[in-house]
């Protein structure tokens, strides 16, 4: 999947995410304001019932009293009804045949019973009215008497509510409540009249805070009153609420569009990232196939070398020009070697390889090294090495070399002094915390020393002084940028010191390990057998020269079939492969060749050890499958007999 599709992906799913929890947010709250308003409209619904039925009890029991009693004086009408009419909103009084007042339950309300209308309807039944009251008419057994009224006041309801709270009739409840409005709309025979709370007279909110407005009515038909009541509840949430539900719902907004621009974004540059580490790890492979091909030709050329130089010693001249060609390759080898080091200084990935190394050989070697050059160019290297230095020490030989001879080239190739010196001694820091102890390396050269502006090369590869006669010169930049970068990463240190006049000094300071045990070979190499794997018919060529040299049986091929066949036939005890093999690598080969040597030796009684090496023109940290064989030598090519023959070192 593209890195647009999949940042845009994980930009929508934080949208669709965002989307759900606003969602539920919302539903949530309003479904807090439902459950808010049906909790108080269910109340004003309940206590209204109530209420009627409350006022329908006491005018059952006003009608009971007079059916109890064959008669009923006037004091103990007044007594019985203001007792039972306690709540004080409402008031009974009976009826002469002649429609005149009679007894009352409260007499302070008469004069506002004279406003009492009276009728009979069609059917004979006696109708009553009076303002701002609920009024029901019953017949009663009093042959004086016969119609006892139940009135209910309105205003006396709201007063009542406005004085004592804690009441529990529903406009007492309500009125406690904020934002509800009860309507009460009494119809009755003669006029209909209209009851609110004061809650009703507060303003209705508009636009975005009327979709938080509920209402909700029911009609309640009351008989005995002769009246219908349509009873109306109308709840407001409080602003206050709603701007903080708004608040609420931008914020998860602005957090969740923001939480899905930063996926977006952190998923593309994640990608990215993963891109240029692909990249990088293309840009390696590619370098490291064009590092293998360089080095074939290098192996050939210093092998043919070597081959030449033995074959023709006696004419002088051909002996320097075969010299010449070494110095060459080698020349080539280290272009090569400072090519990739520096591919992976750049990536980060430069690891130290140790194995065991004669110090003093390879002192020796690199003396040799120079020799040539030394004869050519009338400049000499003086090497001293401290007698502290044990004649073994574990390090990276290959690592150690090229750093040597990219600071020793560059001191014999710019350098106007005709010496170069080099000391080597053991470093121990005895304070510190890290006690890996270092190999230091001092070169010094006593030319004219370099400018400032060519120090840069250390930071900048590819920089040089403008006015300098290196200025045209490729290599020396990128070998001390090289040079750096390999030691800062493997946690060695490189210093550089230079003045106009008094020369350059370069001081290295290279990770080892110290063995207290001496070190001698174990295996008598006269004779031995060693089976040589490799594709290419020169390195084969090569190696036999090399191997016999040191008195070798060498046997070699360029078949994985005939390689199976003449471990069997020949049973050597040092096996050589080649990496990249045609029909397959080379530890598929050394996994196949241990399978046969462990059926023969389980079908035989004789014991048979054999040692394998892998040879290959990479790093041992590019060939991923090796950690799981640690039985197997690593070689790097161009394939040395030194380093070989140090590999069959064991410790004492």
């Avoid at 009873?231 to 539900?245: D, F, G, R, S």
């Avoid at 290297?381 to 990276?396: A, C, R, T």
């Avoid at 840069?456 to 200025?471: E, G």
């Avoid at 008094?502 to 174990?522: D, M, N």
């Amino acid at each position: 999947m593209s890195v647009k599709y999949s940042a845009c992906i994980n930009m929508f799913s934080g949208l669709w995410v965002t989307i759900l929890v606003l969602w539920l947010t919302l539903s949530h709250s309003l479904y807090e304001f439902d459950a808010i308003y049906d909790k108080k409209a269910q109340a004003v619904f309940t206590s209204s019932r109530d209420m009627f039925l409350q006022h329908k009890i006491m005018l059952d029991a006003l009608k009971s009293f007079f059916h109890a009693s064959s008669k009923v004086t006037s004091e103990e009408f007044e007594i019985f009804a203001k007792d039972l009419l306690k709540i004080k909103s409402a008031v009974a009084f009976t009826l002469t045949p002649s429609h005149e007042l009679a007894y009352i339950s409260d007499k302070t309300m008469a004069t506002e019973l004279q406003q009492l209308e009276l009728v009979k309807d069609p059917k004979g039944e006696l109708k009553a009215s009076l303002a701002n009251y609920t009024l029901a008419v019953v017949a009663i057994d009093e042959p004086n008497m016969p119609y006892l009224v139940y009135a209910v006041s309105h205003q006396r309801i709201l007063a009542r509510i406005e004085q004592e709270q804690g009441d529990q009739r529903i406009l007492a409840r309500i009125e406690q409540e904020q934002g509800v409005c009860i309507t009460y709309q009494f119809e009755q025979s003669f006029e209909q009249s209209l009851l609110q709370n004061s809650s009703c007279n507060l303003k209705l909110a508009s636009g975005l805070f009327s979709l938080f407005n509920y209402s909700d009515s029911q009609t309640l038909a009351i008989p005995e009153y002769q009246t219908r009541v349509s009873l109306q509840v109308q709840y407001q949430v409080p602003q206050k609420e709603v701007i903080e539900l708004i608040v609420i719902i931008l914020l998860i907004a602005a957090l969740g569009i923001v939480l899905s621009f930063l996926l977006y974004f952190k998923s593309k540059n994640q990608q990215i990232v993963e891109q240029i580490k692909l990249d990088n790890r293309a840009k390696l492979a590619v370098l490291s196939s064009i590092n293998h091909e360089i080095r074939t030709p290098i192996n050939a050329i210093l092998g043919y070398s070597r081959m030449l130089k033995k074959a023709l010693s006696q004419p002088q001249e051909l002996d320097k020009i075969v010299d010449k060609m070494a110095w060459s390759a080698n020349l080539l080898y280290s272009v090569a070697e400072n090519t990739l080091n520096y591919s992976k200084a750049e990536a980060g990935q430069l690891k130290l390889n140790l194995h065991s190394v004669n110090l003093h050989e390879y002192v020796g070697n690199i003396q040799d090294y120079y020799r040539a050059f030394s004869a050519t160019s009338g400049k000499r290297l003086h090497i001293v090495v401290n007698e502290s230095l044990p004649q073994f020490i574990e390090l990276d030989g290959t690592k150690l070399f090229q750093l040597m001879t990219n600071i020793i080239n560059n001191a014999f190739k710019y350098s106007t002094g005709s010496e170069v010196h080099c000391y080597m001694d053991l470093h121990l820091k005895a304070n510190a915390k890290d006690h890996r102890p270092m190999l230091r390396v001092l070169i010094r050269d006593f030319g004219d020393g370099m400018s400032k502006e060519a120090q840069r090369a250390l930071v900048d590869p590819f920089m040089h002084a403008a006015n300098s006669p290196i200025a045209a010169t490729s290599g020396m930049g990128l070998g001390l940028y090289t040079c750096n970068r390999l030691l800062e990463q493997i946690g060695g240190r490189f210093r550089l010191r230079s003045q106009k006049g008094k020369g350059t000094t370069v001081l290295l300071h290279f990770p080892c390990q110290l063995s207290a045990a001496k070190e001698r070979l174990t295996l008598q190499y006269d004779q031995q057998k060693v089976l040589i794997i490799d594709d290419n018919l020169f390195n084969l060529e090569i190696c036999r020269a090399m191997l016999e040299h040191y008195h070798f049986q060498t046997f070699s091929t360029d078949n994985t079939e005939q390689a199976l066949k003449m471990l069997v036939k020949h049973l050597p005890q040092i096996v050589i492969v080649d990496y990249r093999l045609q029909e397959m690598n080379g530890l598929q080969l050394v996994r196949q060749m241990q399978q046969v040597l462990q059926n023969l030796v389980s079908d035989s009684p004789i014991e048979h050890h054999c040692r394998f090496f892998l040879l290959s023109a990479n790093d041992c940290d590019d060939i991923p499958e090796l950690a799981s064989f640690p039985e197997v030598h690593f070689m790097q090519k161009p394939f040395s007999a030194e380093v070989f023959l140090s590999k069959l070192a064991v410790k004492e």
